[in-house]
């Protein structure tokens, strides 16, 4: 198979840290394509656009932007921010141990754990009910109290940060753990430790404070003050302020973390439910006394996502339909030019791109074998809903039907933004003809509904607003954001064509 363009010559700009700061259409060299008139369609009117937090981990975009439940040009950022390195008075004492670490409160009442002068402190945002909380809890925390928290090199600052628009039950559970904590530190983390293993038994159950009540119990808390404490709202305001704290960060999504040098205060955030390798390799540069590389530095040296790479971009044999990389695609693989689209199925600008502009631009340019269109989630926190949509898009993709679901579920958009959306997602599906216990089977997976944030991560250095496409050809890379009208998106599609050709 041809390679659609020549990656090792690349400089993509696009793939920069510092691309967020572009308006319309950026390449690493020149300015190949010439931005629209700034009032013919300003972005702010073709995209939805996340607030700065939106851009990665579980979203909200999430950044849940960020942004979210999430929750990097690697799936996190690590973009310096010594102005932003939360403070805590010192100097801290541990009142208690959880499974052999030390543990207690900040001075601001916030639960930690390991030594109270470990050289680096991470704070870890996060929500009892996101999903990608509960996959870091159970597969990456593990690792990272044996290697670092156990030993001293690293104390775990936890920090309330329930996306309510998206998980109704996380606030009370952040109720209940702090009404826990005030009885102390060790019964806080065992409380801590339950909420997450417990999440799919409270989180679609309409009395989750009675369940809490019910761990709490289990515990040995003393339930006179406990029921107390929730009947006061004392909590209330505290877990309002970690949320606060958060946005205030630059987080909109879970998890997200905060790593900070004690002795200087820099700061350095990751974004999302990231492997035990993302979490040792940033650790273990700030413990040598290193800087992590941000985004930007990290193409700097050549360092390109796997999605945008030749051999990501190249049909899965394994997969009809997908990319080595997992993403769906439409089109001629080995055209010069791809077009790699970040859309949200709640955004109303992609829905305008979707239904008016795409169909003329398949004509033009997909069907006749030039350009292979690729197509990424990136859901957006101000469509709480989109996240679901994502996956019926994806448990579509399972059963061969991706983009026949991705039609629908924009054509029928207002029927789905509602509270409980999954009925009509099956009612999507019995209209392709899918299978009806597959498909509702696969609504559940929480390892498919992880596609839909790998993609938000991923995009999440470099897309601000949705729709935004990322145009690679010649060995060069641009980005178009906003749905623009469909001569000018046509116009700009043909000028990168020709000087691909060239």
């Known amino acids: 198979m041809k390679?659609?363009?020549?990656?090792?010559?690349?400089?993509?700009?696009?793939?920069?840290?510092?691309?967020?700061?572009?308006?319309?259409?950026?390449?690493?060299?020149?300015?190949?394509?010439?931005?629209?008139?700034?009032?013919?369609?300003?972005?702010?009117?073709?995209?939805?656009?996340?607030?700065?937090?939106?851009?990665?981990?579980?979203?909200?975009?999430?950044?849940?932007?960020?942004?979210?439940?999430?929750?990097?040009?690697?799936?996190?950022?690590t973009e310096q921010t010594a102005a932003a390195a939360p403070t805590d008075a010192s100097p801290l004492v541990a009142t208690d141990t959880f499974k052999g670490i030390p543990v207690g409160f900040t001075a601001e009442g916030f639960p930690f754990r390991g030594a109270p002068d470990a050289p680096i402190v991470m704070y870890e945002y996060s929500d009892f009910q996101c999903p990608f909380?509960?996959?870091?809890?159970?597969?990456?925390?593990?690792?990272?109290?044996?290697?670092?928290?156990?030993?001293?090199?690293?104390?775990?600052?936890?920090?309330?940060?329930?996306?309510?628009?998206?998980?109704?039950?996380?606030?009370?559970?952040?109720?209940?753990?702090?009404?826990?904590?005030?009885?102390?530190?060790?019964?806080?983390?065992?409380?801590?430790a339950r909420l997450f293993q417990t999440q799919s038994e409270w989180n679609q159950s309409t009395d989750a404070p009675t369940y809490f009540a019910g761990l709490a119990e289990d515990l040995g808390v003393d339930?006179?003050?406990?029921?107390?404490?929730?009947?006061?709202?004392?909590?209330?305001?505290?877990?309002?302020?970690g949320i606060a704290e958060a946005r205030a960060r630059g987080f909109g999504g879970t998890p997200s973390f905060q790593f900070v040098r004690a002795a200087t205060d820099e700061a350095f955030p990751l974004?999302?439910?990231?492997?035990?390798?993302?979490?040792?390799?940033?650790?273990?540069?700030?413990?040598?006394?290193?800087?992590?590389e941000t985004a930007q530095e990290q193409q700097d040296n050549g360092e390109i996502p796997y999605w945008?790479?030749?051999?990501?971009?190249?049909?899965?044999?394994?997969?009809?339909?997908?990319?080595?990389?997992?993403d769906e695609y439409r089109g001629n693989p080995d055209a010069k030019v791809v077009v790699i689209e970040f859309s949200d199925f709640?955004?109303?600008?992609?829905?305008?791109?979707?239904?008016?502009?795409?169909?003329?631009?398949?004509?033009?340019f997909v069907d006749t074998g030039e350009i292979f269109w690729v197509f990424k989630h990136f859901p957006l926190s101000i469509h709480p809903q989109a996240p679901a949509a994502g996956l019926a898009a994806e448990c579509a993709a399972d059963q061969g039907k991706f983009w026949e679901m991705h039609g629908l579920l924009f054509d029928h958009s207002a029927e789905w933004s509602i509270s409980d959306p999954m009925p009509v997602f099956e009612e999507l599906a019995k209209q392709l003809d899918l299978n009806a216990e597959q498909f509702a089977a696969c609504l559940g997976d929480a390892e498919v509904a992880q596609r839909v944030q790998d993609d938000l991560n991923a995009g999440a250095p470099f897309v601000r607003g949705t729709p935004t496409f990322i145009v690679l050809y010649n060995g060069q890379g641009s980005i178009i954001p906003g749905a623009l009208p469909e001569p000018r998106f046509s116009e700009i599609l043909q000028q990168v064509l020709d000087g691909a050709a060239q």
């Open 3 to 77: 390679k659609p363009f020549r990656f090792k010559q690349v400089c993509l700009v696009l793939l920069l840290g510092a691309i967020v700061a572009l308006i319309l259409v950026t390449s690493c060299t020149t300015l190949l394509i010439t931005p629209p008139a700034a009032s013919s369609t300003p972005a702010a009117d073709a995209q939805s656009t996340p607030t700065p937090a939106e851009a990665s981990a579980e979203t909200t975009a999430p950044s849940e932007q960020p942004v979210a439940e999430g929750e990097g040009a690697t799936d996190a950022t």
């Open 133 to 192: 909380c509960s996959r870091y809890f159970v597969q990456t925390e593990p690792a990272v109290d044996e290697s670092y928290v156990r030993n001293g090199k690293v104390r775990v600052v936890f920090r309330d940060f329930p996306l309510a628009e998206l998980h109704p039950n996380a606030p009370a559970a952040h109720y209940a753990s702090r009404c826990v904590a005030a009885q102390g530190a060790g019964l806080y983390w065992e409380m801590n």
């Open 223 to 241: 339930m006179t003050a406990y029921n107390a404490c929730i009947a006061s709202g004392e909590t209330k305001d505290f877990v309002d302020a």
């Open 271 to 292: 974004v999302g439910a990231q492997p035990f390798d993302q979490f040792a390799s940033l650790i273990d540069t700030l413990v040598a006394g290193g800087t992590p």
């Open 308 to 326: 945008a790479t030749a051999e990501g971009l190249t049909p899965d044999p394994a997969t009809p339909g997908k990319t080595m990389a997992g």
């Open 346 to 364: 709640q955004c109303p600008f992609c829905r305008r791109h979707t239904l008016e502009t795409q169909p003329a631009l398949d004509e033009k």
